[in-house]
């Protein structure tokens, strides 16, 4: 253990960096985040569409957005939708989206922990799906 230390120790900047790439290389690949190309079609023939910022904000915060997700959000939006409402707030358990309901937009989404005294703007409904 300790020859292998000093073999280490005694390597140059560009073997390090071959050894540090070949120890990267191995770790077990991470799980995707985000929607995958499935999902995004998935979503597309439910008539939901992600902006930019939902996406986004979904890869920042590593959400693994499943088909339950996208089946009770589209719950969501057409029950505000019938209910006549024009910007609202889909509730599930573990995630928020913000939506336009008209065009079946996600603007953005919120994963916990809720900040205490956060504020929807502009909202005129909610559904807890």
């Given at each position: ?5 000093k ?25 995707p ?28 915060r ?6 339950d ?15 006549g ?16 309901v ?14 205490k005294?956060?504020?929807f ?7 807890f799906?």
């Amino acid at each position: 253990m300790i020859n292998r230390y000093k073999q280490v120790q005694s390597l140059t900047g560009i073997e390090q960096t071959r050894l540090n790439t070949a120890v990267q290389q191995k770790k077990e690949p991470t799980k995707p985040v985000g929607l995958s190309p499935f999902m995004q079609e998935l979503a597309s023939s439910m008539g939901i569409k992600f902006s930019k910022h939902a996406l986004d904000r979904i890869r920042f915060r590593k959400i693994d957005f499943t088909q339950d997700h996208l089946l009770r959000l589209a719950d969501g939006i057409t029950k505000l939708r019938n209910k006549g409402v024009k910007e609202g707030v889909v509730v599930m358990d573990d995630l928020i989206a913000v939506v336009g309901v008209k065009e079946g937009t996600v603007i953005t989404v919120k994963t916990p922990p809720f900040k205490k005294d956060a504020v929807f703007s502009q909202i005129d409904g909610v559904v807890f799906v």
